[in-house]
C-alpha cells in the first residue's frame, strides 16, 4: 500500500501547468467500464475507508449536489438560483441513492445535460453580441464594473439577469484585449520593433475563438467526464483531498508522481485558432531525435496509431489531444502540422519512449561565497549548498525512481565538497510519497521518530527513521504557500527537532491528511470487467508533527518571514470547502530537540531584517502584495476605458521605472557577483563526476528547449544576477549568518 500526500491533482494543475502539458503516452485501456458498479463500489468505499467514517445521508446529498453545480459553474456564469433551485427540488433529497442503487450513469448524464442545456445558449448569446460589436464595438464609457471573480459573488436570480452578466463579462473580454494590444504596440514602437499584433486576428475573432474552445470543452465531455465530475463533487465533500480518478486520470496522476512519462517529449498548448501549438521540445527526447516537429508548429491532427486513421483536433482541449497521442513505448503516432507561418501542411512520424522529467527531480547546486575583509573580520570563503527538491516523488509501478535515493547522492557529494549549510528549497513542492520523506528527514536528524499518525479510530502510530544523519551542518528549509503535505512533513520535523531556521511566507499550504491510493478494479464483483476502472484516493489517517501539532489549515509557520511571489495569492487549505479541523496529539517521545537555533534566531531575525529592509527587491515585492491583497479585496474591474487606460498606464510606468533602477543595480551586483561568487551545477547527472561543471543561465533550458513569446522579447525587465531569486539570496545569507554565529 503507497500512502502519499500531494496537492488536490486540479489544483497542482490548475496552480502550476496551465493550459500546457507534457504529452504522456502510457497506454489508457480501451475497455468500456461500468459506471454504475463503479459509482456504487466508491461510495461504499468512501464511506467505510474514509477518516470520518460518515455514512451517506439526506444532508450529505445535499451538499453532494451543491458542491457538484459549484464544480462545473465555479464563477457562476451559466447557472441561476432558479436553476439551482429546481436541481435542488429534483435531486437534493436523493443524490446518493442514485450511486448506491447503480445508477450512477444516469444521475451524471442528466446533470450533466441540465448544464449543457444552460451554459451553451449561454455562449450562443456571447458569440452573437461579439458578432454585433465586431460592427460597432461597445463605447466603453459605462461607470459600470464587473467581479475579477465571480465565485462568491451571489447567483443571477434569473435568466434576465444572467443576460445582464454576460453582456458585461463579453465586454470586459473585449476591453482587457483591446488595452491589452494598446500595450504592446506601445512596446513595440517604442524599441523600435514589428507590433506583434499585427500577426494576431482581429479582437473579436480570437474572443470567438476562445468561446468556440469553451463550447467544445463541454460538448467533448463523455462518460468517464461526466462520472468524474460527480464522484469528484460527492468526494471533495469528505475533504478537499478525497478524489475519484478515471483511467486517464489515475494515469497522469502516476505519471506526475513518478516524475517520469513516455511520451514524444514534447510540451503543447491551445492556440487561440484552435490548434494545438507546441511551446517546448525536450531535449534528448524522441521530438528532438525525429527532428521534424518545430517550436511554434501547429498539430491539427493526430493518427494514434500511425496508420493514417486521423483525428481532428482543432478546438480540442489539450488532454483530449494528450489522449489521442497516448500509446505504447516504441510504437509510433503521426501528426499532421503546420509551421508557424502557415506553410505546407507536413505529417511526422514520431516514436514514442520514456521521457525523464528532469526539472521535476532532484537538483543542487554549491555556491562559493567570498566575503571581502572588513575592520572587524578577515576575508572569508563559505560553501553553501542549494538542494531543490519540486515533489517527493516516487514510482508507483515500478518502483525504479526514489527521491529519497538521488537526494542523498547529492547530499554526499556536496558533503564531499565539503558544503558547510545547505539552503533546502521546498517552495511550489506539492508533496508526494510519505514514506520519501520519512527517509529524508533521517537524513539530517538521525535515528528518531518523524511524524505520528493517527487513523479514524484515534490511534496513533509514530513512524521513525534508524541510522546517522548525512548531513549535519547549517540549514535553512524554504517553504511558500504551495509547500504542501510531505514537505509540511520534512519542514515541522526540522522545526521540531530545533534543526532548520524555517524561511518564507508566513506559513505552508496547511494539508494534513494522508490519502491512499486504492484501485476501484479490486472492489468490483467477480464478473465485472476491471479494466479502466479508475482509482479512489481516500483520505485515511491525519498526520501531526512530533511536538503534537497538526498541520492541518494552519501548515508549518516560517522563523523568517520574507516578501514572496506567493504571499499575496489566496490559496490555502483554508480556502477550500470541506477542509478538515486542526486539532493537536500529544508530543512523541523519543526525538531530543535541539535549543541552538531557538538561541540564535534573534540574532539572524535581526541581520536579515536590516539586509531586506535595504533590498529594493523586497521593497517592490512588498508594494505588489500589498496591491495584490487590495485588488482581491475591492474584486472589482471598471468597463470604462479611460478609467482602465489610467490604471494600465499607471502600472506601466512603475514598471518602466522599477525596470531601469534595476538595470543598474543588476548590472552592478553581477560585478559584485563574479568577483564573491563561484556557483557549480549539481545535478543528478554531476554526483559522480570528477569535477563539477560550473553553473550558467542556460541550466534553466538544460531539459526543454522553448518557444520564445514576441512580446516576452518586448519587456525590459533585467534578469535578476546568478539565477538566485532574491528569497533564496538572502537564504543563503542566512545559512551565512548562521556558519557566523557561534
Given at each position: ?9 486540479r ?7 496551465a ?156 476591453l ?24 494576431e ?58 516524475a ?35 517550436l ?69 547546486r ?62 511550489f ?153 486542526y ?9 531530543v530537540?535541539?535549543n541552538?537555533?531557538s ?13 531586506t ?28 476605458k ?40 549539481l ?19 538544460e ?8 512580446e ?5 525587465t ?25
Open positions: 500500500m503507497n500512502i502519499f500526500h500531494t496537492w488536490p491533482t489544483l497542482r494543475a490548475a496552480g502550476m501547468v493550459l500546457t502539458a507534457l504529452v504522456s503516452c502510457t497506454s489508457v485501456s480501451q475497455a468500456v467500464p461500468d459506471y454504475d458498479i463503479i459509482g456504487k463500489q466508491f461510495s461504499l468505499v468512501l464511506q467505510n475507508a474514509h477518516f470520518s467514517r460518515e455514512r451517506f445521508s439526506p444532508e450529505m446529498y445535499e451538499r453532494f449536489l451543491e458542491n457538484y453545480v459549484q464544480s462545473l459553474d465555479a464563477q457562476h456564469l451559466f447557472l441561476t438560483q432558479e436553476d439551482v433551485a429546481q436541481l435542488r427540488a429534483k435531486y437534493a433529497s436523493s443524490f446518493g441513492d442514485y450511486l448506491l442503487a447503480n445508477q450512477t450513469t444516469r444521475l451524471a448524464e442528466e446533470l450533466y445535460a441540465f448544464y449543457s442545456e444552460r451554459a451553451l445558449p449561454r455562449i450562443t448569446q456571447a458569440e452573437g453580441l461579439l458578432r454585433r460589436h465586431a460592427k460597432a464595438m461597445p463605447a466603453f464609457d459605462s461607470e459600470r464594473t464587473v467581479p475579477r471573480s465571480r465565485r462568491k459573488t451571489p447567483r443571477a436570480a434569473n435568466a434576465a439577469e444572467l443576460d445582464q452578466v454576460w453582456k458585461d463579462q463579453v465586454e470586459d473580454m473585449l482587457t484585449e483591446i488595452i491589452r494590444r494598446e500595450n504592446v504596440a506601445k512596446l513595440a514602437a517604442a524599441k523600435g520593433k514589428p507590433d506583434p499584433n499585427a500577426k486576428m482581429s479582437v473579436t475573432d480570437k474572443m470567438l475563438a476562445r468561446l468556440k474552445r469553451m463550447r467544445n470543452d463541454i460538448q467533448e465531455a463523455d462518460r468517464e467526464d461526466m462520472v468524474s465530475h460527480l464522484l469528484n463533487a460527492v468526494a471533495h465533500v469528505y475533504d478537499p483531498h478525497s478524489d475519484y480518478m478515471g483511467a486517464r486520470e489515475e494515469q497522469r496522476f502516476k505519471d506526475m508522481i513518478k517520469s512519462i513516455v511520451g514524444i517529449g514534447a510540451r503543447l498548448q491551445a492556440s487561440d485558432d484552435g490548434s494545438t501549438t507546441v511551446e517546448g521540445i525536450v531535449k534528448g527526447g524522441p521530438a528532438a531525435k525525429n527532428g521534424q516537429l518545430k511554434g508548429d501547429h498539430i491539427v491532427a493526430v493518427s494514434q496509431h500511425g496508420n493514417d486513421q486521423w483525428t481532428d483536433i482543432m478546438f480540442l482541449s489539450i488532454d483530449k489531444v494528450i489522449d489521442l497521442i497516448r500509446g505504447q513505448k516504441g510504437k509510433p503516432v503521426q501528426l499532421r502540422v503546420h509551421d508557424a507561418d502557415g506553410g505546407e501542411e507536413r505529417i511526422i512520424t514520431i516514436v514514442r519512449d520514456e521521457i525523464p522529467m528532469s526539472e521535476e527531480l532532484a537538483s543542487g554549491i555556491v562559493e561565497m567570498r566575503q571581502p575583509a572588513t575592520n572587524k573580520q578577515p576575508a572569508r570563503t563559505y560553501r553553501l549548498g542549494i538542494l531543490t527538491l519540486p515533489s517527493f516523488y516516487i514510482d508507483l509501478d515500478a518502483g525504479e525512481v526514489h527521491c529519497a535515493a538521488d537526494v542523498k547522492k547529492i547530499l554526499r557529494r556536496m558533503k564531499q565538497e565539503d558544503v558547510q549549510g545547505i539552503v533546502l528549497d521546498l517552495r513542492n506539492g508533496g508526494g510519497s510519505l514514506d520519501e520523506v520519512r527517509k529524508m528527514v533521517g537524513f539530517f536528524t538521525g535515528a528518531g521518530p518523524v511524524v505520528q499518525v493517527k487513523d479514524s479510530r484515534g490511534h496513533v502510530e509514530r513512524l521513525t527513521v534508524s541510522g546517522r544523519p548525512i548531513f549535519d551542518g547549517q540549514l535553512v528549509v524554504l517553504i511558500n504557500k504551495l509547500s504542501a503535505s510531505a514537505s509540511e512533513i520534512f519542514a515541522g520535523a526540522m522545526a521540531d527537532y530545533g534543526r532548520a531556521v524555517i524561511v518564507g511566507d508566513e506559513s505552508s499550504f496547511g494539508k494534513g491528511t494522508v490519502q491512499v491510493p486504492r484501485s476501484l478494479a479490486d472492489y468490483m464483483p467477480y464478473f465485472y470487467a476491471r479494466e479502466g476502472c479508475g482509482m479512489i484516493k481516500v483520505t485515511t489517517q491525519k498526520f501531526y508533527r512530533v511536538g503534537g501539532a497538526s498541520t492541518q489549515l494552519r501548515g508549518v509557520s516560517s522563523d523568517i518571514v520574507l516578501p514572496t511571489l506567493t504571499a499575496g495569492f489566496r490559496i490555502g487549505e483554508g480556502e477550500h470547502d470541506y477542509a478538515m479541523p486539532d493537536e496529539i500529544p508530543r512523541a517521545g523519543g526525538y530537540k535541539s541552538r537555533i538561541t540564535i534566531l534573534p540574532k539572524l531575525m535581526a541581520l536579515s531584517k536590516a539586509r529592509d535595504a533590498d529594493m527587491d523586497m521593497k517592490y515585492m512588498r508594494e505588489d502584495i500589498a496591491r495584490s491583497n487590495e485588488r482581491q479585496e475591492k474584486n472589482s474591474v471598471s468597463l470604462n479611460e478609467t482602465r487606460q489610467e490604471e494600465s498606464a499607471t502600472l506601466l510606468a512603475r514598471k518602466k521605472a522599477i525596470d531601469a533602477e534595476r538595470k543598474v543595480r543588476y548590472e552592478q551586483m553581477a560585478r559584485q557577483d563574479e568577483k564573491n561568487l563561484t556557483i557549480y551545477r545535478n543528478l547527472s554531476d554526483v559522480k563526476a570528477d569535477t563539477l561543471p560550473l553553473a550558467s543561465k542556460e541550466d534553466k533550458s531539459f526543454m528547449d522553448e518557444a520564445k513569446d514576441p516576452d522579447e518586448l519587456a525590459e533585467p534578469e535578476y544576477p546568478s539565477n538566485l531569486d532574491p528569497v533564496l539570496r538572502e537564504s543563503l545569507f542566512i545559512v551565512r549568518d548562521m556558519i557566523d554565529i557561534p
